[in-house]
């Protein structure tokens, strides 16, 4: 690839990305996991992330994620070379993940989710500090409202919600925290029509706020929904980009099971991930 924004739109390769990532290679033992791998996504833009199972999307949102620590490579953000080596750090830098299990506590509030770990407090005066209630539940409401998150309540215990509803909470808590990169694993598997749209919507969202998105997806037609490019990763290799506006499901079909497409593929390779469900 000859450039880590090999890919992107004429207007976007002028601008700097809100994360960069140039020549990532990972091993775990005799296995390369990520081999040489450019990624980069620009602020108010969605772009999808797919492979098959093995193809390296995993591996590379972990070390997007911090919980991988790349071999070789850089990683900017916002221009800026960045070191990512735990969660933490890539907290710091206003890049959130969002995993399948969501990480949200069932027998909690909303608000009590959302702050859990950061409470805000009425007076710090060490441990057993009275938590500022009214705060929170007027955040929590805010940042619902501004993701347009219909909920009965801030105060439901998250047991009683959807899934397309907890989704959305879980989305929530990277904005409480200023998050400037969301990467979304898998956000709408096992999840209903009316729940899949839900979630699209609030994707869409946080594109329109300006934040930078990633989605990893193994359903083409959400895919093709919500995002602005494909990246196509297949055996630890970043190996086709793809426009969403001037392309078809069939192209990225071609590239996920390595069929020959002419000249879509980078390298002149193929790409491979899952079929669209």
Same mark, same amino acid.
């Given at each position: 690839? /000859? ?28 296995? #390369? %996991?990520?081999?040489? =791998? ?24 972990? *070390?997007?994620?911090? $919980?991988?620590?790349?071999? *070789?490579?850089?990683?900017? =953000? ?18 959130? *993940? $969002? ?20 409470? &805000?407090?009425? +007076? ?18 805010? =940042? ?25 909470? +879980? ?9 400037? $990169? ?7 598997? &096992?999840?209903? @029509? ?22 990893? /997806?193994?359903?083409? +037609? ?28 069939? #192209?990225?079909? %071609? +590239? ?7 000249? @879509? ?7 491979? @991930? &899952?079929?669209?469900?």
């Amino acid at each position: 690839m /000859s450039s880590p924004t090999a890919g992107a739109s004429a207007g976007e390769t002028d601008r700097v990305p809100a994360l960069q990532m140039k020549n990532i290679s990972k091993a775990f033992g005799a296995v #390369q %996991a990520l081999r040489d =791998v450019d990624f980069e996504v620009f602020s108010g833009e969605v772009v999808g992330l797919v492979g098959d199972n093995g193809a390296g999307k995993s591996t590379l949102v972990k *070390t997007i994620a911090g $919980v991988n620590i790349p071999d *070789t490579g850089e990683i900017y =953000v916002n221009g800026q070379r960045a070191h990512i080596s735990s969660p933490s750090d890539a907290t710091h830098l206003g890049i959130e *993940t $969002v995993y399948q299990d969501l990480a949200l506590c069932d027998n909690l509030d909303v608000v009590n989710n959302l702050y859990l770990g950061r409470e &805000a407090v009425t +007076a710090p005066v060490g441990p057993l500090s009275p938590l500022d209630e009214l705060e929170m539940e007027r955040r929590t409401v805010e =940042v619902l409202r501004q993701l347009e998150v219909k909920l009965p309540s801030v105060r439901s215990v998250v047991a009683s919600l959807s899934g397309g509803q907890r989704q959305s909470i +879980a989305v929530a808590k990277t904005i409480l925290r200023n998050a400037r $990169v969301v990467l979304l694993d898998e956000p709408t598997a &096992a999840l209903g @029509v009316a729940q899949t749209r839900q979630v699209l919507n609030l994707i869409k969202r946080l594109r329109e706020q300006g934040l930078a998105v990633v989605v990893i /997806s193994h359903n083409l +037609a959400d895919v093709f929904e919500v995002v602005d490019r494909v990246i196509v990763m297949r055996l630890g290799r970043r190996i086709a980009t793809f426009d969403i506006h001037t392309t078809t499901p069939e #192209q990225v079909v %071609a +590239a996920i099971t390595g069929a020959e497409f002419g000249e @879509v593929a980078e390298n002149g390779d193929a790409g491979d @991930v &899952a079929q669209p469900a």
